[in-house]
């Protein structure tokens, strides 16, 4: 039998931020920072990251990435043959901007190609959203823009809009914030009534937001009972991020995920000039302008690329 020619190919997945205030665990945005896979198949597995933050990982088949597309390859009884993985990143790494969801999505994409799973969207966000624990950052990853999703005894439910005419500014502080630790904050239920007025703000944020409402977005942000009360106490910038964010033109300001990054979101025209002003308020953080990715994860077939690592 003739053998087939090593096939490549090459990923591309935005980051993101979710939560938006009052949408804990089911809303998403979709970012301009990307997790990226050139990968060829080779006799083993090798990860070989091309940017220095991603010098922390395992570079064998322990890696996040090779165990995810292992795990959904044998999901459908298959063994995925072994690949040499070149990956790049500008997605801030345990800041809240969507990089673990981002890694997660590059598996399923990676194993559905390998093992010629023809998995749909729908599929992948069920996957996706296992992995994950809900399903907010790697829908935003997925499907690109703006996401409203939520997960139920039958699965996960999601819609998407493609773009919405607003830059999401970003403050990140250069010391991480646990997830776990965001999580420990949070209390342990809510009581009937509190849970019928968290969820009332959340639907009016999401009218807001469909609606072009920013002034509404920005008040309905504001008004999260889920989760940001208790976690803001972990970030003593938040305040004062909030107040210069709200004084030079974003209408909101919320914890990006589980922080400790903060999103100011500001209609398009005005967002260079509040990233100016956030950069001079807050020197010691790096604040990055960011736009919305009306597009989500992407792979193409590559013609196969001879690198020295690989030889």
Partial sequence: MKRRDPRSWKIIVPGSTANLGAGFDSLGLALNVFLTLEVHEAEDWQVIPLSSALEVFPVDETHFIVEIVKEVADDYGKKPSPCHLYISSDIPLTRGLGSSAAAVVAGI?????????????????????????????????????????????????????????????????????????????????????????????????????????????????KRDRYHQPHRRKLLPHYDAVEEVAGRFGAFGVALSGAGPTIACFVEREASEWLAR????SFPSMNVRKLSISPSGSSITIEQPKVRPSSL
């Fill in 109 to 221: 994409e990676l194993a559905n190609a390998l093992c010629e799973l023809n998995l749909t969207q729908e599929k992948k966000l069920a996957l996706a959203n296992r992995f994950e624990g809900h399903p907010d950052n790697v829908g935003a990853s997925l499907y690109g823009g703006f996401v409203v999703s939520c997960q139920h005894e039958k699965g996960v439910s999601l819609l998407s809009v493609p773009d919405l005419p607003v830059d999401v500014v970003c403050v990140i502080p250069k010391a991480e914030l646990k997830t776990s630790d965001s999580r420990n904050v949070l209390p342990e239920s809510l009581s009937f009534e509190e849970s019928v007025e968290a969820g009332a703000i959340s639907n009016v944020l999401v009218a807001a937001f469909l609606t072009g409402d920013w002034e509404m977005v920005g008040k309905m942000m």
């Fill in 277 to 280: 002003q956030l950069e001079q």
